[in-house]
Protein backbone atom coordinates (compact mmCIF):
# COMPACT_ATOMS: atom_id res chain seq x y z
CA UNK A 1 0.00 0.00 0.00
CA UNK A 2 1.56 3.36 -1.23
CA UNK A 3 2.73 5.47 2.05
CA UNK A 4 0.63 8.67 1.29
CA UNK A 5 -2.58 6.04 1.97
CA UNK A 6 -2.04 4.11 5.19
CA UNK A 7 -1.26 8.10 6.30
CA UNK A 8 -5.08 9.14 4.95
CA UNK A 9 -6.07 5.77 6.80
CA UNK A 10 -5.04 6.81 10.12
CA UNK A 11 -6.11 10.21 10.04
CA UNK A 12 -9.17 9.14 9.51
CA UNK A 13 -9.24 6.52 11.86
CA UNK A 14 -8.07 8.95 14.66
CA UNK A 15 -10.31 11.51 13.81
CA UNK A 16 -13.33 8.62 14.12
CA UNK A 17 -11.70 7.86 17.86
CA UNK A 18 -11.43 11.51 18.21
CA UNK A 19 -15.56 12.22 17.43
CA UNK A 20 -16.40 8.76 19.42
CA UNK A 21 -14.74 9.82 22.47
CA UNK A 22 -16.05 13.54 22.92
CA UNK A 23 -17.48 14.32 25.88
CA UNK A 24 -21.43 13.53 26.71
CA UNK A 25 -21.55 17.54 27.25
CA UNK A 26 -19.64 18.48 23.35
CA UNK A 27 -22.79 15.63 22.01
CA UNK A 28 -25.22 17.34 23.64
CA UNK A 29 -24.10 20.75 22.51
CA UNK A 30 -24.31 19.92 19.01
CA UNK A 31 -27.99 18.23 19.38
CA UNK A 32 -30.25 20.48 18.37
CA UNK A 33 -32.31 22.48 21.26
CA UNK A 34 -35.62 21.49 22.34
CA UNK A 35 -38.95 23.80 22.27
CA UNK A 36 -40.45 23.77 25.77
CA UNK A 37 -44.14 24.26 26.49
CA UNK A 38 -45.54 24.16 29.88
CA UNK A 39 -48.68 23.04 30.78
CA UNK A 40 -49.81 24.62 33.88
CA UNK A 41 -52.56 24.14 36.28
CA UNK A 42 -54.37 25.83 39.63
CA UNK A 43 -54.45 23.83 42.64
CA UNK A 44 -54.00 20.37 41.58
CA UNK A 45 -53.31 17.51 44.13
CA UNK A 46 -51.39 14.43 42.56
CA UNK A 47 -54.50 11.89 43.56
CA UNK A 48 -56.50 10.62 42.75
CA UNK A 49 -54.66 9.53 39.61
CA UNK A 50 -57.89 8.57 38.31
CA UNK A 51 -58.57 12.03 37.03
CA UNK A 52 -56.21 11.77 34.88
CA UNK A 53 -54.95 8.32 33.48
CA UNK A 54 -57.88 6.88 32.09
CA UNK A 55 -57.48 7.07 28.45
CA UNK A 56 -60.98 7.25 27.52
CA UNK A 57 -62.02 9.99 30.01
CA UNK A 58 -58.49 12.45 29.76
CA UNK A 59 -56.78 10.71 26.78
CA UNK A 60 -54.19 13.74 26.53
CA UNK A 61 -53.48 13.87 30.27
CA UNK A 62 -53.48 9.77 29.94
CA UNK A 63 -50.23 10.27 27.68
CA UNK A 64 -48.60 11.96 30.52
CA UNK A 65 -49.71 9.64 33.39
CA UNK A 66 -48.87 6.79 31.08
CA UNK A 67 -46.19 7.31 28.66
CA UNK A 68 -44.11 9.75 30.23
CA UNK A 69 -41.87 10.42 33.07
CA UNK A 70 -43.07 11.13 36.45
CA UNK A 71 -41.84 12.62 39.40
CA UNK A 72 -43.71 11.02 41.79
CA UNK A 73 -42.23 13.14 44.70
CA UNK A 74 -42.40 16.41 43.38
CA UNK A 75 -43.57 19.71 45.95
CA UNK A 76 -44.34 23.55 45.03
CA UNK A 77 -42.11 25.07 47.75
CA UNK A 78 -45.23 27.12 48.82
CA UNK A 79 -48.88 26.60 49.00
CA UNK A 80 -50.26 29.61 47.54
CA UNK A 81 -50.71 30.62 43.86
CA UNK A 82 -48.63 34.12 43.78
CA UNK A 83 -45.53 32.95 45.44
CA UNK A 84 -45.44 29.33 43.77
CA UNK A 85 -45.97 31.47 40.74
CA UNK A 86 -42.43 33.32 41.60
CA UNK A 87 -40.70 30.45 42.48
CA UNK A 88 -41.48 28.72 39.17
CA UNK A 89 -40.02 31.18 36.98
CA UNK A 90 -37.37 32.61 39.17
CA UNK A 91 -35.89 29.20 40.61
CA UNK A 92 -35.59 30.40 44.06
CA UNK A 93 -37.45 29.77 47.31
CA UNK A 94 -40.32 33.08 48.07
CA UNK A 95 -38.02 34.49 50.81
CA UNK A 96 -35.24 34.68 48.48
CA UNK A 97 -37.02 36.00 45.05
CA UNK A 98 -39.32 38.31 47.67
CA UNK A 99 -42.98 36.77 46.77
CA UNK A 100 -44.42 35.45 49.97
CA UNK A 101 -48.05 35.82 49.54
CA UNK A 102 -50.33 37.03 46.78
CA UNK A 103 -48.17 40.26 46.17
CA UNK A 104 -46.68 40.74 42.76
CA UNK A 105 -45.51 44.08 43.68
CA UNK A 106 -41.93 42.76 45.08
CA UNK A 107 -41.22 40.13 42.13
CA UNK A 108 -38.43 41.03 40.08
CA UNK A 109 -38.47 39.50 36.69
CA UNK A 110 -34.13 39.98 35.78
CA UNK A 111 -32.55 36.91 35.97
CA UNK A 112 -35.82 34.98 35.94
CA UNK A 113 -36.29 32.00 33.41
CA UNK A 114 -37.54 34.43 30.56
CA UNK A 115 -35.07 37.07 30.06
CA UNK A 116 -32.33 33.84 30.11
CA UNK A 117 -34.33 31.67 27.65
CA UNK A 118 -34.74 35.10 25.18
CA UNK A 119 -30.74 35.62 25.78
CA UNK A 120 -30.24 31.69 24.90
CA UNK A 121 -32.46 32.48 21.63
CA UNK A 122 -35.71 31.42 22.63
CA UNK A 123 -39.43 33.15 21.79
CA UNK A 124 -40.65 32.64 25.02
CA UNK A 125 -44.82 33.22 25.18
CA UNK A 126 -46.75 32.87 28.31
CA UNK A 127 -51.03 33.11 27.84
CA UNK A 128 -53.56 32.54 30.12
CA UNK A 129 -53.13 32.82 34.31
CA UNK A 130 -50.28 34.73 35.35
CA UNK A 131 -49.27 36.52 38.51
CA UNK A 132 -51.85 36.72 40.98
CA UNK A 133 -53.97 40.02 41.96
CA UNK A 134 -52.21 41.76 38.49
CA UNK A 135 -55.43 44.42 38.30
CA UNK A 136 -54.65 45.56 42.32
CA UNK A 137 -50.77 46.47 41.75
CA UNK A 138 -50.67 46.55 37.89
CA UNK A 139 -54.45 48.56 36.89
CA UNK A 140 -52.95 50.21 34.01
CA UNK A 141 -50.78 49.31 30.76
CA UNK A 142 -48.19 51.38 31.40
CA UNK A 143 -47.75 49.50 34.93
CA UNK A 144 -48.04 45.95 33.54
CA UNK A 145 -45.51 46.43 30.39
CA UNK A 146 -42.96 46.64 33.26
CA UNK A 147 -44.01 42.82 33.34
CA UNK A 148 -44.45 42.13 30.14
CA UNK A 149 -40.61 43.42 28.84
CA UNK A 150 -39.11 40.18 29.67
CA UNK A 151 -41.36 38.52 27.34
CA UNK A 152 -41.65 37.71 23.81
CA UNK A 153 -45.48 37.80 23.67
CA UNK A 154 -47.93 37.82 26.89
CA UNK A 155 -51.52 37.03 26.60
CA UNK A 156 -52.66 36.55 29.96
CA UNK A 157 -55.82 37.02 32.51
CA UNK A 158 -55.58 40.59 34.01
CA UNK A 159 -58.16 39.84 36.77
CA UNK A 160 -56.97 39.72 40.19
CA UNK A 161 -57.76 35.93 40.92
CA UNK A 162 -58.35 34.47 37.31
CA UNK A 163 -61.41 34.49 35.59
CA UNK A 164 -63.33 31.96 33.63
CA UNK A 165 -66.12 34.34 32.01
CA UNK A 166 -66.47 38.27 32.00
CA UNK A 167 -62.53 38.61 32.01
CA UNK A 168 -60.49 41.06 30.25
CA UNK A 169 -57.06 39.59 28.50
CA UNK A 170 -53.66 41.88 28.45
CA UNK A 171 -51.72 41.45 25.95
CA UNK A 172 -48.40 42.84 24.46
CA UNK A 173 -50.47 45.58 21.64
CA UNK A 174 -53.72 46.06 23.01
CA UNK A 175 -56.52 44.24 25.68
CA UNK A 176 -59.12 42.24 24.85
CA UNK A 177 -62.72 41.73 26.32
CA UNK A 178 -64.34 38.27 26.81
CA UNK A 179 -68.13 37.67 27.99
CA UNK A 180 -70.22 34.85 28.59
CA UNK A 181 -69.91 32.28 25.58
CA UNK A 182 -68.22 29.46 25.34
CA UNK A 183 -65.27 29.87 23.52
CA UNK A 184 -65.01 33.10 26.03
CA UNK A 185 -63.71 30.66 28.27
CA UNK A 186 -60.21 31.55 29.82
CA UNK A 187 -59.04 28.10 28.82
CA UNK A 188 -60.58 28.15 25.61
CA UNK A 189 -58.71 31.53 24.85
CA UNK A 190 -55.41 30.21 26.54
CA UNK A 191 -55.27 27.34 24.03
CA UNK A 192 -56.66 29.27 21.03
CA UNK A 193 -53.21 31.85 21.85
CA UNK A 194 -51.02 29.07 21.94
CA UNK A 195 -52.02 27.63 18.86
CA UNK A 196 -51.58 30.98 17.26
CA UNK A 197 -48.11 31.44 18.69
CA UNK A 198 -46.80 27.95 17.93
CA UNK A 199 -47.76 28.22 14.50
CA UNK A 200 -46.37 32.25 13.85
CA UNK A 201 -42.82 30.69 14.99
CA UNK A 202 -40.28 30.56 12.49
CA UNK A 203 -39.18 27.03 12.20
CA UNK A 204 -35.92 28.29 12.92
CA UNK A 205 -36.43 29.66 15.76
CA UNK A 206 -37.07 27.85 19.07
CA UNK A 207 -39.70 28.23 21.56
CA UNK A 208 -40.72 28.31 25.39
CA UNK A 209 -44.90 28.13 26.02
CA UNK A 210 -46.15 28.75 29.30
CA UNK A 211 -50.01 27.14 28.99
CA UNK A 212 -51.38 28.42 32.04
CA UNK A 213 -54.82 27.25 33.03
CA UNK A 214 -57.53 28.49 35.67
CA UNK A 215 -59.02 25.22 35.98
CA UNK A 216 -58.57 23.28 39.03
CA UNK A 217 -59.28 26.61 41.07
CA UNK A 218 -62.58 27.16 42.60
CA UNK A 219 -65.34 27.71 41.39
CA UNK A 220 -64.41 24.71 38.65
CA UNK A 221 -66.25 26.21 36.23
CA UNK A 222 -65.75 23.77 33.29
CA UNK A 223 -66.17 24.84 29.23
CA UNK A 224 -69.87 24.10 28.47
CA UNK A 225 -69.59 21.44 26.35
CA UNK A 226 -67.97 19.76 29.61
CA UNK A 227 -70.78 20.39 32.32
CA UNK A 228 -72.46 17.80 33.21
CA UNK A 229 -70.73 15.28 30.79
CA UNK A 230 -71.21 11.70 31.00
CA UNK A 231 -67.68 10.90 31.38
CA UNK A 232 -67.54 12.09 34.62
CA UNK A 233 -70.53 10.23 36.07
CA UNK A 234 -68.67 7.11 37.22
CA UNK A 235 -65.53 8.97 38.71
CA UNK A 236 -66.49 8.39 41.95
CA UNK A 237 -65.28 10.22 44.91
CA UNK A 238 -62.29 10.45 47.41
CA UNK A 239 -61.91 8.69 50.55
CA UNK A 240 -57.99 8.65 50.71
CA UNK A 241 -56.36 6.96 54.24
CA UNK A 242 -56.63 11.03 55.23
CA UNK A 243 -59.88 11.76 54.08
CA UNK A 244 -61.97 13.07 57.33
CA UNK A 245 -59.51 11.97 59.60
CA UNK A 246 -61.00 10.34 63.19
CA UNK A 247 -57.88 11.02 65.22
CA UNK A 248 -56.11 14.16 65.00
CA UNK A 249 -55.04 13.72 68.58
CA UNK A 250 -51.52 14.43 66.97
CA UNK A 251 -51.60 17.41 65.12
CA UNK A 252 -51.84 21.00 65.53
CA UNK A 253 -54.73 23.10 67.43
CA UNK A 254 -55.95 24.32 64.40
CA UNK A 255 -56.80 21.04 62.70
CA UNK A 256 -57.90 19.58 65.90
CA UNK A 257 -60.36 22.33 66.26
CA UNK A 258 -61.84 21.61 62.87
CA UNK A 259 -65.00 19.24 62.78
CA UNK A 260 -65.25 16.25 60.84
CA UNK A 261 -67.63 16.67 57.46
CA UNK A 262 -69.42 13.21 58.26
CA UNK A 263 -69.33 12.57 54.55
CA UNK A 264 -68.39 9.56 52.98
CA UNK A 265 -66.65 11.07 50.21
CA UNK A 266 -65.31 14.13 48.52
CA UNK A 267 -67.30 14.74 45.48
CA UNK A 268 -64.71 14.87 42.53
CA UNK A 269 -67.55 15.23 39.39
CA UNK A 270 -66.87 18.67 39.48
CA UNK A 271 -63.01 18.65 39.75
CA UNK A 272 -63.00 15.89 36.89
CA UNK A 273 -65.10 17.80 34.49
CA UNK A 274 -62.78 20.77 35.08
CA UNK A 275 -59.88 18.75 33.67
CA UNK A 276 -61.68 17.72 30.48
CA UNK A 277 -61.34 20.66 29.93
CA UNK A 278 -57.85 21.14 30.74
CA UNK A 279 -57.44 17.44 28.45
CA UNK A 280 -58.81 19.53 25.33
CA UNK A 281 -56.33 22.20 25.78
CA UNK A 282 -53.71 19.93 26.03
CA UNK A 283 -54.61 17.83 23.02
CA UNK A 284 -55.39 21.16 20.53
CA UNK A 285 -51.76 22.32 21.82
CA UNK A 286 -50.47 19.03 21.03
CA UNK A 287 -52.06 18.79 17.39
CA UNK A 288 -50.45 22.03 16.37
CA UNK A 289 -46.97 21.06 17.51
CA UNK A 290 -47.27 18.21 15.55
CA UNK A 291 -48.31 20.33 12.79
CA UNK A 292 -46.08 22.31 12.53
CA UNK A 293 -43.41 19.43 13.06
CA UNK A 294 -42.33 20.63 16.48
CA UNK A 295 -43.66 17.49 18.38
CA UNK A 296 -40.77 15.26 18.33
CA UNK A 297 -38.12 17.72 19.96
CA UNK A 298 -40.64 19.30 22.23
CA UNK A 299 -40.58 19.11 25.96
CA UNK A 300 -44.02 19.01 27.11
CA UNK A 301 -43.96 19.27 31.29
CA UNK A 302 -47.55 18.94 33.16
CA UNK A 303 -47.29 20.18 36.51
CA UNK A 304 -49.74 22.31 39.12
CA UNK A 305 -49.13 25.69 41.05
CA UNK A 306 -49.89 24.13 44.29
CA UNK A 307 -51.86 21.33 45.82
CA UNK A 308 -55.48 21.29 46.61
CA UNK A 309 -56.75 19.09 50.11
CA UNK A 310 -59.98 17.29 49.43
CA UNK A 311 -61.37 16.17 52.75
CA UNK A 312 -57.68 15.24 54.50
CA UNK A 313 -57.20 15.99 57.60
CA UNK A 314 -60.21 17.15 57.82
CA UNK A 315 -59.59 20.06 55.55
CA UNK A 316 -60.35 21.23 52.05
CA UNK A 317 -57.94 23.95 50.35
CA UNK A 318 -54.27 24.61 51.01
CA UNK A 319 -52.01 26.84 53.08
CA UNK A 320 -50.84 23.75 54.76
CA UNK A 321 -47.73 21.88 54.60
CA UNK A 322 -50.20 18.77 53.58
CA UNK A 323 -50.94 20.79 50.23
CA UNK A 324 -47.12 21.07 48.63
CA UNK A 325 -47.67 17.58 46.70
CA UNK A 326 -47.91 18.61 42.98
CA UNK A 327 -48.14 16.16 40.28
CA UNK A 328 -45.25 16.76 38.03
CA UNK A 329 -45.35 14.97 34.60
CA UNK A 330 -42.92 15.22 31.51
CA UNK A 331 -42.86 13.77 28.10
CA UNK A 332 -39.92 14.19 25.45
CA UNK A 333 -39.85 11.91 22.10
CA UNK A 334 -36.76 12.33 21.38
CA UNK A 335 -35.07 11.41 24.18
CA UNK A 336 -37.93 9.56 26.07
CA UNK A 337 -39.40 7.87 23.26
CA UNK A 338 -42.73 7.22 25.15
CA UNK A 339 -41.31 5.04 27.74
CA UNK A 340 -42.64 5.15 31.43
CA UNK A 341 -39.82 5.92 33.95
CA UNK A 342 -40.75 6.52 37.62
CA UNK A 343 -38.21 8.99 39.45
CA UNK A 344 -38.73 8.53 43.15
CA UNK A 345 -35.93 11.50 43.71
CA UNK A 346 -37.72 14.07 45.59
CA UNK A 347 -38.03 17.06 43.50
CA UNK A 348 -39.76 21.04 43.40
CA UNK A 349 -41.48 23.72 41.59
CA UNK A 350 -38.14 25.72 41.42
CA UNK A 351 -36.26 22.58 39.89
CA UNK A 352 -37.81 23.19 36.21
CA UNK A 353 -36.59 26.81 35.53
CA UNK A 354 -33.22 25.64 36.17
CA UNK A 355 -34.01 23.03 34.07
CA UNK A 356 -35.37 24.44 31.12
CA UNK A 357 -32.92 26.67 31.39
CA UNK A 358 -30.13 23.79 31.09
CA UNK A 359 -32.01 22.54 28.38
CA UNK A 360 -31.51 25.47 26.17
CA UNK A 361 -28.12 25.81 26.50
CA UNK A 362 -28.27 28.66 29.55
CA UNK A 363 -27.69 28.52 33.54
CA UNK A 364 -29.55 30.58 36.58
CA UNK A 365 -26.53 30.63 38.81
CA UNK A 366 -28.87 32.49 41.47
CA UNK A 367 -31.71 29.41 41.60
CA UNK A 368 -32.34 27.58 44.77
CA UNK A 369 -33.14 24.88 42.49
CA UNK A 370 -31.02 22.10 40.86
CA UNK A 371 -31.16 21.17 37.13
CA UNK A 372 -33.06 17.97 36.72
CA UNK A 373 -31.52 17.13 33.31
CA UNK A 374 -29.09 14.12 34.98
CA UNK A 375 -32.44 12.53 36.17
CA UNK A 376 -34.35 13.34 32.66
CA UNK A 377 -30.86 11.68 31.08
CA UNK A 378 -30.44 8.48 33.33
CA UNK A 379 -27.16 9.63 34.64
CA UNK A 380 -27.74 9.76 38.37
CA UNK A 381 -30.76 8.90 40.12
CA UNK A 382 -30.24 12.04 42.47
CA UNK A 383 -29.11 15.68 42.85
CA UNK A 384 -27.21 15.63 45.17
CA UNK A 385 -28.88 18.02 47.90
CA UNK A 386 -30.20 16.86 51.64
CA UNK A 387 -33.95 18.08 51.86
CA UNK A 388 -36.10 21.10 49.78
CA UNK A 389 -37.41 23.55 51.98
CA UNK A 390 -41.42 24.32 51.59
CA UNK A 391 -42.60 27.43 53.46
CA UNK A 392 -46.17 29.43 54.17
CA UNK A 393 -44.65 33.03 55.76
CA UNK A 394 -47.85 34.70 56.33
CA UNK A 395 -51.29 33.26 58.40
CA UNK A 396 -53.51 31.78 56.39
CA UNK A 397 -56.08 34.80 54.92
CA UNK A 398 -57.00 34.59 51.35
CA UNK A 399 -56.78 37.84 49.61
CA UNK A 400 -56.45 40.17 52.40
CA UNK A 401 -59.99 39.31 54.14
CA UNK A 402 -61.07 35.98 54.79
CA UNK A 403 -59.25 34.32 57.32
CA UNK A 404 -58.92 30.68 56.96
CA UNK A 405 -57.40 30.07 60.76
CA UNK A 406 -54.11 28.43 59.43
CA UNK A 407 -50.80 29.28 60.67
CA UNK A 408 -47.93 30.81 59.15
CA UNK A 409 -45.26 27.77 59.08
CA UNK A 410 -41.63 26.53 57.43
CA UNK A 411 -40.52 22.90 56.22
CA UNK A 412 -38.29 20.57 54.99
CA UNK A 413 -38.48 17.67 52.79
CA UNK A 414 -35.76 15.45 52.80
CA UNK A 415 -34.27 13.68 50.06
CA UNK A 416 -32.73 10.27 49.48
CA UNK A 417 -29.44 11.83 49.88
CA UNK A 418 -30.35 12.23 53.48
CA UNK A 419 -31.45 8.30 53.39
CA UNK A 420 -33.42 6.38 51.70
CA UNK A 421 -36.39 7.13 54.08
CA UNK A 422 -37.83 10.24 53.15
CA UNK A 423 -39.16 13.06 56.05
CA UNK A 424 -41.37 15.35 56.30
CA UNK A 425 -41.01 18.12 58.78
CA UNK A 426 -42.72 21.52 59.96
CA UNK A 427 -42.61 24.33 62.33
CA UNK A 428 -45.39 26.25 62.77
CA UNK A 429 -45.32 30.09 63.57
CA UNK A 430 -47.49 28.41 67.08
CA UNK A 431 -44.75 26.55 68.00
CA UNK A 432 -46.38 22.99 67.02
CA UNK A 433 -43.96 20.37 65.27
CA UNK A 434 -44.55 17.65 62.70
CA UNK A 435 -42.42 14.83 61.35
CA UNK A 436 -43.09 12.32 59.43
CA UNK A 437 -41.91 9.10 57.38
CA UNK A 438 -43.62 9.99 54.05
CA UNK A 439 -41.71 6.92 52.88
CA UNK A 440 -43.98 4.82 54.90
CA UNK A 441 -46.94 6.86 55.65
CA UNK A 442 -47.30 9.14 52.37
CA UNK A 443 -50.75 10.67 54.23
CA UNK A 444 -49.45 12.17 57.32
CA UNK A 445 -51.11 9.90 59.54
CA UNK A 446 -48.72 9.66 62.39
CA UNK A 447 -47.10 12.69 63.35
CA UNK A 448 -43.69 11.77 65.09
CA UNK A 449 -42.16 15.24 66.72
CA UNK A 450 -41.46 14.51 69.89
CA UNK A 451 -41.50 10.50 70.44
CA UNK A 452 -37.65 9.23 71.74
CA UNK A 453 -37.20 6.71 68.76
CA UNK A 454 -37.06 9.79 66.36
CA UNK A 455 -35.05 12.72 68.47
CA UNK A 456 -31.90 12.46 66.03
CA UNK A 457 -34.24 12.82 62.93
CA UNK A 458 -35.83 15.90 64.29
CA UNK A 459 -32.72 17.25 65.10
CA UNK A 460 -31.47 16.71 61.73
CA UNK A 461 -34.24 18.35 60.15
CA UNK A 462 -34.38 21.16 62.65
CA UNK A 463 -30.89 21.60 61.18
CA UNK A 464 -31.33 22.01 57.44
CA UNK A 465 -34.42 24.43 58.69
CA UNK A 466 -31.55 26.75 60.41
CA UNK A 467 -29.12 26.19 57.27
CA UNK A 468 -32.05 27.74 55.35
CA UNK A 469 -33.11 30.57 58.14
CA UNK A 470 -30.11 32.10 59.64
CA UNK A 471 -29.42 35.74 58.31
CA UNK A 472 -32.66 35.42 56.12
CA UNK A 473 -34.75 38.51 56.84
CA UNK A 474 -37.87 37.66 56.36
CA UNK A 475 -41.28 38.55 57.68
CA UNK A 476 -42.15 35.56 60.66
CA UNK A 477 -38.50 34.35 60.81
CA UNK A 478 -38.15 35.16 64.96
CA UNK A 479 -41.78 33.38 65.78
CA UNK A 480 -40.62 30.44 63.39
CA UNK A 481 -37.67 29.72 65.08
CA UNK A 482 -36.72 26.80 66.85
CA UNK A 483 -36.87 27.35 70.59
Not at 96 to 115: A, C, E, F, I, W
Not at 360 to 370: E, Q, S, V
Not at 386 to 399: K, N
Amino acid sequence: MHPRSIVVIALTLALLGTLFSLPQRSVEAAAPKPDVVLFYLDDNAPYPARLWNDPERTPNLARFANAGMEFRNAVATTPQCGPARAALLSGQYGHNNGVTRNNVRSYDQRGTLSPKLRSAGYKTVFVGKYHNLLREWYPRRAKMRSLSNDWSQLDVIWENQGRFYDWRQYRKGGNSVFGSSDTDHSSYQAARKAIQHIRSTRKDKRLFLVVSLYDGHEPLTPMARFEGHSKCADVGGWSGPAYDEADVSDKPAFIRAHPRSGSPSYDLRQRCESLLTSDWVVGQVRRALKATGRLGNTVQILTADNGWLMGDHRLEGKLTPYSTSVPLYMRWPRELQGRKKIVLEPVANIDLAPTICALAGCTMPNADGRSLVPLIKGRSTMLGRQFIFTEMLHAGVFYGHRPTGRPAWAGVESTRKYSETLWAYARYSTGEEELYNVSRDPHHLRNLAGRPAYQKVTRDMRGFWRDVWNGDKVAWRNKLKPR
